[in-house]
């Protein structure tokens, strides 16, 4: 998740860049923007549109979207700082006849972080967040004891939050790293009836959190061990230690 929101090349800063493009099926457009000489944004959006519906012969059975926004800076030699937020939703049309005939769903992310050196420490801090929601409509099959069953709506949706922080220090053959981390997750379901003569729904969420202490060290000319040990632990559980 923190590659996909905060990795990739650093924006171009020499100066403005645009780009667009449309076709009879979507289009696109992208922008760098240097913010000095030390910080840039970079943005894209693409989507799906109608304009090849009358070329093409037929209507679009499928839609996206998507949005991306990166703010990326060094505010000082040796520190980085960096914020990234990606939305996108989906949907496919069904073509039920009864009730909703589009299946969708949705992404929302972002995340934020901060690496610098202080002496002889690195030092990586990250966070981010997430969330996912889905609509699905559901058209039963006709039995003889019920030959016209109402049409099933069955949503779903998850948020995920985590925290990360690392530090690094020491010298070559002799590396120490420690660090911690902690996340919530939350889901859920439902599913029901348009006619409300059926339901069914569950939900649950959880937190996970450790620290560990590790340390690298060259034990012979192709021999390199590591040591460490790991704390962690999940909701409704006592904290378990590992190597």
């Known amino acids: 998740f923190d590659r996909r929101l905060g990795g990739g090349k650093t924006d171009r800063r020499d100066r403005v860049r645009v780009t667009g493009a449309v076709d009879l099926l979507s289009a696109s457009t992208a922008a760098e923007i240097p913010l000095g000489s030390n910080a840039g944004l970079l943005a894209s959006a693409r989507t799906l549109h109608d304009l090849g519906r009358g070329p093409l012969g037929g209507e679009r059975p499928y839609g996206y979207g998507d949005f991306l926004l990166r703010a990326d800076a060094e505010p000082s030699e040796g520190h980085r700082v960096r914020a990234t937020t990606f939305l996108n939703g989906e949907s496919v049309r069904l073509d039920f006849g009864t009730g909703r005939s589009d299946a969708e769903w949705s992404n929302e ?30 058209q039963p099959t006709a039995t003889p004891s019920e030959p016209d069953p ?5 949503t779903a949706f998850s948020e995920r939050r985590r925290f990360d922080a690392g530090v690094a220090w020491g010298r070559p053959g002799a590396e120490w790293r420690t660090g911690a981390s902690a996340e919530h997750l939350e889901a859920s379901f439902r599913a029901a009836s348009l006619d409300d003569s059926q339901e069914s729904r569950s939900a649950g969420s959880t937190v996970t959190a450790g620290v ?32």
């Open 109 to 138: 992310a972002a995340s934020a972080g901060y690496e610098g050196r202080f002496g002889g420490a690195f030092v990586q801090i990250s966070a981010g967040g997430s969330r996912y929601e889905a609509i699905l409509p559901l």
């Open 150 to 154: 109402s049409p099933i709506l069955a």
């Open 212 to 243: 560990f202490l590790e340390t690298t060290r060259t034990l012979g000319p192709s021999l390199t061990g590591r040591f460490g040990l790991r704390a962690h632990g999940y909701s409704g559980t006592s904290a378990r230690l590992s190597p």
